[in-house]
C-alpha cells in the first residue's frame, strides 16, 4: 500500500519560510508527475506547483518567484520552497504523486495534507 507523508508545515509571520517534504512509502513506481497542491478555508483545492520526471515545472501565478519545487524521483520524495510567505498562503498543503503501475495503469496517489500558517 502507497503511503504519502507530509511534513514541515506550521506557523510562520509574513515574509518567512518553511520547507514542505512528502516522502512515498510502499510499492510506488514510474513516477510522471510530482506535486503540490493547497486548500484555503472556504476555497477549493487549488495547484500550486508540479515537477515532471523530465524537469519541467509548473506554477500558479500567485506563487511564481517565492515558491520552488524540486524532487528526486529516486527517493520518491518531493519538497516545496516556501519563501517571502504571505497571509494568503495560508492553507492546507497536499502532496500529490502520479505516474503508472508496471502494466502500464495509471496512478494518483495523496497525501493526508499539512497546515500552513502565515501571520500578518
Known amino acids: 500500500q502507497v503511503q504519502l507523508v507530509e511534513s514541515g508545515g506550521g506557523l510562520v509571520q509574513a515574509g518567512g519560510s518553511l520547507r514542505l517534504a512528502c516522502v512515498a512509502s510502499g510499492r510506488i513506481s514510474n513516477i510522471n508527475t510530482m506535486g503540490w497542491y493547497r486548500r484555503a478555508p472556504g476555497k477549493q483545492r487549488e495547484l500550486v506547483a508540479t515537477l515532471t520526471s523530465g524537469g519541467n515545472t509548473n506554477y500558479a501565478d500567485s506563487v511564481k518567484g517565492r515558491l520552488t519545487i524540486s524532487g528526486d524521483n529516486a527517493k520518491n520524495t518531493v519538497y516545496l520552497q516556501m519563501n517571502d510567505l504571505k497571509p494568503e498562503d495560508t492553507a492546507v498543503y497536499y502532496c500529490?504523486?502520479?505516474?503508472?503501475?508496471?502494466?502500464?495503469?495509471?496512478?494518483?496517489?495523496w497525501g493526508q495534507g499539512t497546515q500552513v500558517t502565515v501571520s500578518s
Open positions: 500529490n504523486m502520479k505516474g503508472t503501475t508496471p502494466w502500464g495503469i495509471p496512478t494518483d496517489y
